[in-house]
């Protein structure tokens, strides 16, 4: 069955310090995608970044890259440069690839909450 | 562009009572999805649409209905209300390509008492 794990519960980060966010999942699917969301205090996910499996290249979303290591099944976030701002829950979720249905179900892991200090 | 919107943004519900998120989508988006978020978890899907007409259960259904007559709205419904489905509901939309990114609603915040 697929699963998202975030061994991380929480992270602290001193600003403009880089962090690294980890998250390792569990597919049998050759096709699938790896996103990353940002849900700050005030509760709204807000998409950071996209990673598909057959992508060449490890995803970048200006302060956000993907470093993506398909054989540990393992797509770890990191931002560069932490921002007070950047302080929030961080949520790994995996795409599970079509089979025949059409539209993407997201699965979600447990979250790391980050908070950067100054 | 107002994206995905829902409401209300709080609701309080008594154990047995029933009620209808409204969620809305202006991005001509196929794809919808309602998700729950319990507190210190994840969000964990509970119905999706591929389309106008067609609808499809996720992880979590039991206690939600759906329905989807339009491209661009997604209500959720909830009979009978338990303490159990006290959480926070979010809507989603996405559209067919490479990523399928989705794109969420605000959320609503439910408490049933």
């Known amino acids: 069955a697929q699963k998202i794990t975030q061994t991380q519960p929480g992270m602290f980060v001193q600003e403009k310090e880089a962090v690294t966010l980890d998250c390792t999942y569990d597919t049998s699917d050759q096709s699938y995608g790896l996103f990353w969301y940002k849900q700050p205090s005030s509760g709204e996910m807000i998409f950071l970044i996209y990673?598909?499996?057959?992508?060449?290249q490890n995803a970048t979303e200006g302060r956000y890259s993907l470093n993506f290591q398909k054989a540990r099944k393992s797509a770890n976030l990191v931002i560069s440069a932490s921002q007070l701002g950047d302080s929030a829950m961080y949520f790994c979720?995996?795409?599970?690839?079509?089979?025949?249905?059409?539209?993407?179900?997201?699965?979600f892991g447990q979250g790391t909450e980050l908070s950067v200090k100054p | 562009n107002a994206g995905v919107t829902q409401t209300p943004k709080f609701r309080i519900l008594k154990i047995g009572q029933s009620m209808t998120l409204q969620c809305a989508q202006d991005m001509n988006h196929n794809y919808m999805y309602w998700y729950r978020q319990d507190p210190g978890m994840g969000l964990k899907l509970i119905y999706y649409?591929?389309?106008?007409?067609?609808?499809d259960k996720g992880e979590v259904p039991n206690g939600y209905n759906v329905s989807r007559s339009t491209t661009e709205d997604f209500p959720l419904r909830l009979e009978l209300a338990a303490p159990s489905q006290t959480s926070v509901y979010f809507c989603a939309s996405s559209s067919p390509g490479r990523s399928e990114t989705q794109y969420f609603g605000p959320g609503t915040r439910l408490l049933v008492l």
């Open positions: 979720a995996m795409r599970e690839g079509n089979k025949g249905y059409q539209g993407g179900k997201l699965i």
């Open positions: 649409s591929v389309g106008a007409g067609i609808t």
């Open positions: 990673q598909g499996s057959y992508d060449e």
